[in-house]
């Protein structure tokens, strides 16, 4: 596998509808399903969870 494709670059948004997005990278033979992290969302200044997007 090649770095691209074993780290890709994956967006993060926001969960509360406010259309706020994070953009990370994830190893995809750890963690091979959609990621969710608790990070803040600064529209709604709160800590709400962000879902992986495709």
């Known amino acids: 596998m090649s770095r ?4 890709p670059v994956i ?3 926001s969960t509360a509808g ?4 994070y953009v ?3 190893n995809r033979r750890n963690t091979p ?3 969710t992290l608790r990070k803040y969302d600064p529209i ?3 800590h709400v969870m962000f ?3 495709r």
């Open 51 to 53: 879902r992986e997007e």
């Open 24 to 26: 990370t990278r994830k």
């Open 4 to 7: 691209n494709e074993l780290r």
């Open 33 to 35: 399903d959609r990621l």
């Open 11 to 13: 967006k993060l948004k």
């Open 18 to 21: 406010t259309g706020y997005t």
């Open 44 to 46: 709604i200044r709160r």
